[in-house]
């Protein structure tokens, strides 16, 4: 059974140190996303990758986001330094883009807690 | 970026009422999705609608795409507890996915 595969699940940490998330895509997926939901502003688009290369990141924070895909089975996000402000619920999902239906396969996410 | 108006923000209903969510854009959409996420669950795809005016169904969803294309809504016919969760329409432009803010639906048993 085919998922999007996202480690942490949680992670605790305090202000200023460095988070990495990960994102393991389907096998295939050409398009990944990395979406933040917070109670108030629902779920944002971050960034966007197509075939790996980054296609639009305008939704990120520049000075302390950065998302990469160092190959076709993995995608990092990466938040350095830490704010209270980035406690969220942070989404990977995964998708083929470009052949009709794009339907975005989402990961179990990784619950964040910046204190 | 997209922008996509999804109303009402909560519904609560008693067990086997009906319920509707709308999703609304200034601009006209190529095509619009539909996910339901569970209460401390990751979004779900549902559905897609491309052609105008189109109407899809599943089981008890009736899913609607308006004629000029910037509108639809999704109808629960009969709700039961097992549709309890937030449902987000997403409008897809350039394959990049907005999502509404969400409607959150709770039923009652």
């Known amino acids: 059974d085919a998922r999007v595969t996202q480690t942490p699940r949680d992670k605790v940490t305090e202000m200023g140190q460095e988070v990495t998330m990960r994102c393991q895509p389907i096998l295939g997926h050409n398009t990944v996303f990395w979406y933040r939901q917070t109670m108030m502003q629902g779920l944002e688009l971050l960034a966007y990758?197509?075939?790996?290369?980054?296609?639009?990141d305008s939704g990120m924070p520049k000075d302390r986001f950065s998302a990469e895909m160092p190959d076709a089975t993995l995608a990092t996000l990466k938040i350095q330094p830490s704010e209270p402000r980035d406690s969220a619920v942070y989404f990977c999902a995964s998708g083929i883009t470009g052949v009709g239906r794009t339907e975005a396969f989402f990961g179990q996410g990784t619950r964040l807690t910046v204190v | 970026g997209q922008q996509v108006m999804q109303i009402p923000q909560y519904q609560h209903v008693q067990e086997g009422e009906d319920f509707t969510t709308y999703c609304n854009s200034s601009?006209?959409?190529?095509?619009i999705q539909w996910y339901k996420q569970r209460p401390g669950g990751h979004p779900v795809f549902l559905i897609q609608l491309v052609k105008s005016g189109e109407v899809k169904k599943q089981k008890r969803l009736t899913f609607q795409f308006g004629e000029a294309k910037k509108n639809s809504s999704l109808h629960i016919t009969a709700t039961q507890t097992t549709d309890v969760g937030t449902y987000f329409c997403?409008?897809?432009?350039?394959?990049?996915?907005?999502f509404g803010s969400g409607t959150k639906l709770n039923v009652k048993p």
């Open positions: 997403a409008a897809n432009n350039f394959n990049k996915f907005y």
């Open positions: 601009t006209t959409l190529s095509n």
């Open positions: 990758f197509r075939n790996r290369a980054p296609l639009d």
